[in-house]
Each structure stands twice: as structure tokens, then as C-alpha cells.
């Protein structure tokens, strides 16, 4: 009888224990899940993913691009064909290279400085000296200068006049100062007209020498003008070449 009471309160004392490791059990899990809830991570929603669209218009993504082409190396530029004449040659000069200078970048320092001293100075080289005026256009204008010199008059009158007064001297101490006056007048008048010739004939030759010697002192002053700019021109071009290492003469 003893035994069988044992083992009935065995047995209850075992479920009270089991029921109580249950609830335990169940109560710890509640508590988690709850926790688990009222976290802010729990109770906001995870953000969405950005647009594909988005992403490549993004900052970071247009540097990318730009970065590469940065990177990448700049094409190198052909180099510039040398002219294909001397410069200095064609200012009748003579250009050294003190720097072992090649010939190619000698013909294109001098072009440069051509150039250059050309756009200063506004003189063009290329365009030659002055020719003055040839023979025919002197005789011409000499010519011009003799039809227009201007011309004696009343010579012829003037000798008639003194021609007679001398005749009629004459011709009183002869007796016939009439007559004598009239030789006189004629012999007058051919003399006057005599020295008045001679004189538009002077005035002439004075009148065409003179456009002769105008127009070559106007041909010397546009030649010395010519080569005032030409010294100027190749003093500028000098300069040029030697400060890019050059001995020009």
C-alpha cells in the first residue's frame, strides 16, 4: 500500500516538473519574438533598390567615363612639313645654327620669323625694289616739259624799235634818217626775233632737263625709301633668329 502511494506522488511531482519546463520553455520564446518586434529595424521598412537608371546617371558613375578619358594618353600632332625655301636666302642673307639646330627646323624658324617680322612691320619683301622710269618715259616727259615751258614775247617789236632808232642816227648823219630808220627796223626785227627764238629755245631745253632730273631724284628718294625698309625688315628678322639660337649675317 506504501509503495503504491510513492508511486502515484512520483508520477505527479514528474508532470509537475515537466509542465513547468514547458511554460518556461514557451515564455523565453514569446519574450524573443516580442523583442524581435519592437526593434526599430523591425518596425522600418527595408529601403527599395535604386533605379537602374539612377545608378548610371549617379555621380560616381559619369567620373568613371571621364576618369578613363583623362587617363588615357593625348594624341601626339604630326609635325609641320618644313617650307620649301629659305627665308634668309631670300633676304639675301646668311643664317647659322649655334645649337646643332637641324636643317627641317632651321627652314621652319626662319619661316616663322619672316613671318613674324613681316606682321610687325607691315613690309613685304616679296614685293622688289622700286625700277624707275625707263628712257622713253623721261624723253617724254621731257617732251611734256619743253611744249609746256613758257615763251618769250615781242621780241621781234622790241628789235624793230631799237633796230629804227639806231637806223634813223644812222641815216641823219647820211642825210636820209627816214631811210635809215626803216633799215634799222628791219635789221631790228629780224634780230629780235632772232634772240627770242634763242631764248624759248633755252627755256626749253632748261624746262626738260628739269622733269628729266625730277624724275630721277623721285626714282632715288622711292629706292632709298626701299631699302630703309629692307635694312628695317632684316634688322627685325635677325633679331628673331637669334634669340632661337641662330648667327644671322
Do not use: H, W
Amino acid at each position: 500500500m506504501k509503495r503504491a502511494k510513492f508511486r502515484v506522488l512520483s508520477i505527479s511531482l514528474l508532470l509537475l516538473l515537466s509542465g513547468a519546463c514547458r511554460k518556461s520553455s514557451s515564455g523565453s520564446a514569446d519574450t524573443g519574438a516580442n523583442t524581435a518586434a519592437n526593434s526599430p529595424a523591425a518596425t522600418e521598412p527595408a529601403p527599395a533598390a535604386a533605379p537602374a537608371s539612377e545608378a548610371a546617371s549617379s555621380p560616381a558613375a559619369a567620373a568613371a567615363p571621364a576618369t578613363s578619358a583623362a587617363s588615357a594618353p593625348a594624341p601626339v600632332a604630326p609635325a609641320t612639313p618644313p617650307p620649301p625655301f629659305s627665308a634668309a636666302q631670300k633676304l639675301g642673307m646668311f643664317a647659322y645654327a649655334k645649337n646643332n639646330q637641324n636643317s627641317d627646323q632651321q627652314l621652319r624658324d626662319e619661316y616663322d620669323c619672316y613671318n613674324s617680322v613681316e606682321q610687325q612691320t607691315g613690309i613685304d619683301p616679296s614685293v622688289g625694289p622700286p625700277s624707275g622710269p625707263s628712257a622713253a618715259d623721261v624723253q617724254a616727259a621731257q617732251q611734256q616739259a619743253a611744249a609746256d615751258a613758257p615763251e618769250a614775247q615781242g621780241g621781234r617789236v622790241r628789235g624793230a624799235a631799237r633796230g629804227a632808232l639806231g637806223g634813223a642816227a644812222v641815216g641823219a648823219i647820211t642825210g636820209n634818217a627816214g631811210r635809215g630808220a626803216a633799215i634799222g627796223a628791219t635789221v631790228g626785227t629780224v634780230r629780235g626775233g632772232r634772240r627770242q627764238r634763242a631764248a624759248n629755245e633755252q627755256a626749253k631745253e632748261q624746262a626738260a632737263q628739269s622733269a628729266g632730273a625730277q624724275m630721277q631724284q623721285e626714282a632715288n628718294n622711292a629706292k632709298a625709301a626701299y631699302n630703309k625698309q629692307m635694312s628695317t625688315f632684316k634688322r627685325g628678322f635677325s633679331a628673331c633668329m637669334d634669340a632661337r639660337g641662330y648667327s644671322v649675317k
